[in-house]
């Protein structure tokens, strides 16, 4: 199936979804408390059913009901002592994935993990060295298998890959019965990290952070707020199309925000300044701000671990923005867009949601239809993508159309 936009700037207004990795750790926060907690959606995503599904398989209970269009999911407590083997199924969320590899040892003596086939490949090496140096036996990698209680009371983990690990150690602290120090070596992506410490400080549990070293201290989970603030690295594609001429008024987008990708009104100040944008902490920002830079030209850098994500998105991008006619240059770690005008054409997805989105604002400026190739890519993160945009009217005329 090809979904096509039509080219030109949009305008309008459209509701954000809900920060995906804001949902995922109050999920599982709202499990570890002693009364659970309730949080409220205006949609769930793939991967948020996946954190879903892993709650239930540590032996939590979620109701989910639905009011005016909106979710409201009732998390009950999860054990922290949990007996018999526990079976963890996350399909193709990482996140659901690496934060469970590390936590679900620190609640149960035997856990056994399966993913999709893309999700298996991805690295996991942080995660295993992390449990292994804490007394954890791994096996694997397909399926993963994990035998003894995750204990620790100071301990380092390594986050040069990404910080999902780390969180699911700072997540796992909160199972210890006592203080627990972690130290982060090297983390690229601090402010999802960071995220987390201020989701568990926010819920009620005392933590401390000097130059990556964080002190979780022995507490039981207070709270957890049921609102949660719009995605922001959904908004930087509509951010992107209004730089380029759209007039598109973003619902739910916060003014303050825990999130890492609320670094991108920087990183579009780079590319006007024409100095090169670093994305080490904010990696999935290069699609739309690639598709801005067709404008100007820009070069990015800090890149790399985008080779080994939903697939390789450097590559991907590339071939997006060759597909309408733009050059670049890749290396390992780098991407140069050169400036030029976007023209009709078809851009696969390669499965990757971000794709989808990007090709949208790269049709905002486009002198032409862009169609797009495995569309159903955008469910992972925001299965109303396609309806929301489609109530954005071309500035002059037109709208989106669905070809067999």
């Known amino acids: ?66 009011t005016n269009n909106t979710h409201s999911i009732t998390i009950s407590p999860i ?11 996350v399909n193709e969320s990482a996140t659901t994935l690496r934060i469970a590899l590390i936590l679900a040892p620190a609640l149960a003596e035997r856990v056994t993990f399966t993913a999709g086939k893309h999700l298996a490949a991805r690295p996991m090496e942080e995660g295993i060295r992390f449990l292994r140096e804490n007394g954890v036996q791994v096996t694997g990698p397909r399926p993963m298998e994990t035998k003894g209680r995750l204990v620790f009371e100071r301990a380092k983990i390594h986050a040069e890959t990404t910080g999902q690990f780390a969180t699911g ?4 602290a909160l199972a ?17 990290i960071a995220m987390t410490a201020a989701l568990i400080k926010e819920a009620g549990v005392e933590i401390e952070e000097t130059q990556d070293t964080y002190i979780v201290h022995k507490g039981q ?25 759209s007039r598109i008024r ?16 920087d990183h579009i100040k780079s590319i006007k300044e024409n100095t090169p944008v670093d994305l080490t902490h904010t990696p999935d920002l290069l699609m739309p701000l690639a598709v801005l830079a067709t404008q100007t030209g820009a070069t990015f850098t800090g890149i790399r671990r985008l080779r080994t994500k ?39 997805t ?35 993508f396609y309806a929301a945009v489609e109530k954005l009217p071309l500035i002059h005329e037109n709208k989106i159309e669905n070809k067999p």
Do not use: C
């Open 1 to 66: 199936m090809l979904l096509t936009f039509q080219g030109g700037p949009r305008e309008g207004h459209l509701p954000l979804p809900p920060s995906k990795s804001l949902v995922h750790r109050k999920i599982i926060l709202a499990a570890l408390a002693p009364h659970g907690g309730e949080i409220h959606l205006s949609e769930i995503s793939n991967d948020i059913k996946e954190t879903i599904n892993l709650i239930k398989s540590l032996g939590g209970k979620v109701t989910i009901t639905n």
């Open 79 to 89: 054990q922290k002592n949990i007996s018999a083997p526990v079976r963890i199924h």
């Open 169 to 172: 150690a700072l997540i796992a």
């Open 176 to 192: 210890q019965n006592r203080d627990a120090t972690l130290a982060v070596i090297n983390p690229a992506s601090r402010p999802y």
């Open 221 to 245: 989970i207070q709270k957890i707020t049921p609102h949660v603030e719009g995605d922001l690295s959904h908004a930087a594609y509509f951010i992107v199309a209004n730089e380029m001429g």
């Open 250 to 265: 973003l619902e739910n987008l916060p003014a303050h925000s825990l999130q890492g990708d609320r670094k991108i009104y």
């Open 310 to 348: 939903e697939t390789d998105r450097i590559a991907a991008t590339a071939a997006m923005l060759r597909a309408l006619g733009i050059n670049t240059t890749a290396t390992e770690d780098t991407l140069k867009v050169a400036p030029g005008t976007i023209r009709p054409g078809t851009v696969d």
């Open 350 to 384: 390669f499965g990757d949601h971000r794709i989808a989105f990007a090709a949208f604002a790269a049709a905002t400026v486009a002198d032409g239809p862009v169609a797009l190739k495995n569309p159903e890519a955008a469910n992972k993160s925001w299965p109303g």
